[in-house]
Nanobody, 121 residues
């Protein structure tokens, strides 16, 4: 079992910055992927950024160049630095962790409770 606790959301003006944190606790295997998703009102949840245990990262086209995902493996914490925020970035942001004992085995999937990010125009 893994618990994910997000923090750092809030209200910010367009053009501003926020930093989200996701602290993970519990059984996390060596193979893992930490990611941020978001869900705006009336829209489907979408992937924002991914940071795999291999070191690979990936971003949604809409946030490339503005958002940066990072990890502190010693603290089992992932971060999402969001710069140049836009009104359309307004959403509930969710932390996600997928972990597997070894490549090709069953993935365990966990979600945080979400943190609201509101960007005023």
């Amino acid at each position: 079992q893994v618990d994910l606790v997000e923090s750092g959301g809030g209200l910010v003006q367009a053009g501003g910055s926020l930093r989200l944190s996701c602290a993970a606790s519990g059984t996390i295997f060596r193979v893992n992927i930490m990611a941020w998703y978001r869900q705006a009102p009336g829209k489907q949840r979408e992937l924002v950024a991914v940071f795999a245990s291999s070191g690979n990262t990936n971003y949604a086209d809409s946030v490339k160049g503005r958002f940066t995902i990072s990890r502190d493996n010693a603290k089992n914490t992932a971060y999402l630095q969001m710069n140049s925020l836009k009104f359309e970035d307004t959403a509930v942001y969710y932390c996600n962790l997928k972990t597997s004992v070894f490549p090709g085995s069953t993935w365990y999937d966990y979600w945080g409770q979400g943190t609201q990010v509101t960007v005023s125009s």
